[in-house]
């Protein structure tokens, strides 16, 4: 099958021009996330690329998917994560990239629970709602969060991105698989609207993406656990021929088989700098 109809959710900004925020966690009470803007719902074609994978990358689509097994395979703990997870993921995206510092600054995992509330960041389950993960401001504010100040001041003067290394986890992500959207299709002075992210102790920013039929759907369906997706959140990067992010969300597909495993998966964020 090289196409899928799937509903995707995309985002409308509030009527009375107020900005919007969305809380991360939700409310225990409610099960909801307090927020002040609205969904909208459109059924979209999203191609399947499996088998040509090698006509989208980094620099052009915005994303790249490769095969790489990981020696780590349990997810369950966190600093066995850290301690033996970050460590290969950060070779492999020098390998990638070519960068010559990668520095990870956080990682999710989300298993498909319905019905599941989340209420904390042990509970995170597939999102599914067209987004990208940070804007400019948001990003370099990263950089200046995780490093120390003299070397986050000379590094973002130079070119830095933001990359979020996707795999599925124990199973092929039939459930819930993951959308992306080619940056060559994306208006970025219209789509996009900045997102105030409301943690317990801060705040963060994201985009939340309007709709445009122009945009280009795609997955790789049955995505395997040796088989990961490097998706560009930002790029600091001037050239116009440069994708500079990638609107993304998880979806139902409507093709996967009744009674598939329900989507495991791992991002891992880093910042990812260049000399």
Known sequence: MSTVSAELVYFTPPSDGSRPFTTINADPATGQRARNWKN??????????????????????GFQYVTKPSKHSAFINDEEIRG??????????????GASKVVLFDHTVRRHRPGDVETD?????????????????????????????????????????????WRPISHPAVDH?????????????????????????????????????????????GMKPDE??????????KGDNIARFTPHTGFKDPSAPQGAPLRESIELRALVFYD
């Open 121 to 165: 960041e042990t509970k995170r389950q597939p999102v599914n709602q067209v987004h990208v993960d940070q804007t400019p401001e948001s990003a370099t504010a990263r950089v200046h969060r995780h490093l120390p100040v003299g070397e986050a001041e000379k590094l973002v003067k130079k070119r830095f991105q933001i990359i979020n290394l």
């Open 228 to 237: 990961v997706v490097l998706i560009k959140c930002y790029d600091s990067a």
């Open 177 to 221: 698989p993951l959308a992306l959207c080619d940056y060559r299709t994306v208006d970025a002075k219209k789509d996009l609207v900045p997102l105030a992210l409301i943690y317990p102790d801060r705040e963060g920013e994201t985009f939340g993406v309007k709709f445009n039929p122009t945009h280009r759907w795609k997955y790789q369906r």
């Open 84 to 97: 033996e997870y970050y460590p290969e993921s950060i070779e492999l995206l020098k390998d990638i990239t």
């Open 40 to 61: 909208e719902e459109h059924i979209i074609e999203i191609e399947n690329v499996r088998g040509k994978e090698s006509d989208y990358t980094l620099d052009t689509a």
